[in-house]
């Protein structure tokens, strides 16, 4: 299984940016497909967005962020980013990265993923 170690997150007034980095270790980084995941106090994790096993790989967005935030990955880096943009209050929470060799895992069954993060807080300030 890949170690993975987020950071970026912090408090931000809304309508400003944040990017969230996650960095990998343990394993090769570029075997598994990537996602960003977020739960907010009192609901359940929720998929936020995903990307396929190469750099500059096809993404998939959940709707309440699509068009602002922005997943990208450094295979070179062994790490994967997440530029958040336009930030809402609502988008306050705890972001998880997630690995898996699967990208459906990622994306539609986020229990089977193999791996996570620790979790980096969000807070988006009026």
């Known amino acids: 299984q890949v170690k993975l170690i987020e950071s970026g997150g912090g408090l931000v007034q809304a309508g400003r940016s944040l990017t969230l980095s996650c960095a990998a270790s343990g394993s090769t980084f570029s075997s598994y497909a990537m996602g960003w995941f977020r739960q907010a106090p009192g609901q359940e994790r929720e998929f936020v967005a995903g990307?396929?096993?190469?750099?500059?790989?096809?993404?998939i967005y959940a709707d309440s962020v699509k068009g602002r935030f922005t997943i990208t990955r450094d295979n070179a880096k062994n790490t994967v980013y997440l530029q958040m943009n336009s930030l809402k209050l609502e988008d306050t929470a705890v972001y998880y990265c997630?690995?898996?060799?699967?990208?459906?895992?990622?994306?539609?069954?986020?229990?089977?993923?193999?791996?996570w993060g620790q979790g980096t807080q969000v807070t988006v300030s009026s």
């Open positions: 990307i396929t096993r190469r750099s500059g790989g096809s993404t």
């Open positions: 997630a690995a898996d060799t699967v990208f459906h895992h990622i994306v539609e069954d986020n229990k089977s993923i193999a791996s």
